[in-house]
Nanobody, 127 residues
Framework: QVQLMESGGDSVQSGGSLRLSCAAS????????MGWFRQAPGKEREGVAAIRGDETTYYTDAVKGRFTISQDKAKNTLYLQMNSLKPEDTAMYYC?????????????????????WGQGTQVTVSS
């Protein structure tokens, strides 16, 4: 069983930065894909970024060049550094974990591939 807890959400001005953290139970990072997802009001939850145990990263086009996903295996913590934030980045951000396999390796940003979820942390960007 994997337990995840996000933190770091806040309200910021457009162009600002935030760093989200996700504390994970157990030695998850060696065996799991870890991902960040977001859900805005009235919209589907979408994949933002994901990282494999070998540090390979994946990003949705909307955040490439602005967001960086990383992990500290010693601390069992996942991060999402978000720079140049835009109002359209406003959403609840969720951390998720997926057991490794061909499915998630082929679709690392697909919500259906992830089995474990945190409670979310709110990010609000004002113009």
């Amino acid at each position: 069983q994997v337990q995840l807890m996000e933190s770091g959400g806040d309200s910021v001005q457009s162009g600002g930065s935030l760093r989200l953290s996700c504390a994970a139970s157990g030695s998850t990072f060696h065996r799991y894909f870890m991902g960040w997802f977001r859900q805005a009001p009235g919209k589907e939850r979408e994949g933002v970024a994901a990282i494999r145990g070998d540090e390979t990263t994946y990003y949705t086009d909307a955040v490439k060049g602005r967001f960086t996903i990383s992990q500290d295996k010693a601390k069992n913590t996942l991060y999402l550094q978000m720079n140049s934030l835009k109002p359209e980045d406003t959403a609840m951000y969720y951390c998720a974990a997926a057991p490794g396999g061909l499915g998630v390796a082929s679709y690392p940003l697909a919500r259906s591939m992830y089995d474990y979820w945190g409670q979310g942390t709110q990010v609000t960007v004002s113009s």
